[in-house]
Each structure stands twice: as C-alpha cells, then as structure tokens.
C-alpha cells in the first residue's frame, strides 16, 4: 500500500491543522493506521493511532485532548486533527499503516508515507 500525507503548514500557538494520509494500492486488505512524528535530533514516535477493524484508537499522552485520529474507509482515507497546538508539536509527521492490530512502534511498520511538516509558532 502507498500513502500519501498532506495539510502540514505553518500555524500559530493554540491553532488547528488537520492532516490527510490517502492511501492506495492494497486498499483491499485491512491495516492498523496511524501517525507518528520526529523533531529535529529526536527520534521518531508515536502520535496516536487505530487499531484493525474499529478496533479502538490511542494516543500519546502529550496530545490527549487536543488530536483526534479517525479514518474514511470509503476514501482510504486517515486524518489527523490537531487542535490547540503548541510549538512543541513542530515535527515532520508521518502517516503509517501496518498488517497487525496495532501499531506499537516505528520499527514494526510495514508501510510509511512521506512526511509533512508541522511548524507551530509560538
């Protein structure tokens, strides 16, 4: 499966983004989906993500109550929207997609889209 991330920008302490993955290809299997995020000199981690088949979601502790993942599966479709933003959130985020019930960590993805910059000002 290929994805694509879009609806990064530049935005303002306390603003919103919401972040689009499209996903194509094998759309006609299931995957957990998610996103992750890495700052510069940080590693990469665990934003919030779905579990296969409505199987729950979860979050970061550092975005709870402020991001809310969800997905179109009509569309292939996985937002993120983010609101109340603060400049720590500044990452390049990245969609992903994997065959197992969760994803847990960046190492156990199958699939990644490219990145999209998020840069909140503060």
């Known amino acids: 499966v290929q994805l694509q991330a879009s609806g990064g920008g530049l935005v303002q302490a306390g603003g919103s983004l919401r972040l689009t993955c499209v996903a194509s290809?094998?759309?006609?299997?299931?995957?957990?989906m998610g996103w992750f995020r890495q700052a510069p000199g940080k590693e990469r981690e665990l934003v919030a993500v779905l579990a296969l088949a409505g199987g729950g979601s979860r979050y970061a502790d550092s975005v709870k109550g402020r991001f809310s993942i969800s997905r179109d599966n009509a569309k292939n479709t996985l937002y993120l929207q983010m609101n109340s933003l603060k400049h720590e959130d500044s990452a390049v985020y990245y969609c992903?997609?994997?065959?197992?019930?969760?994803?847990?960590?960046?190492?156990?993805?199958?699939?990644w889209g490219q990145g999209t910059q998020v840069t909140v000002s503060s």
């Open positions: 992903a997609a994997d065959r197992a019930f969760w994803i847990t960590t960046p190492q156990a993805v199958d699939y």
């Open positions: 290809g094998r759309t006609d299997r299931s995957y957990s």
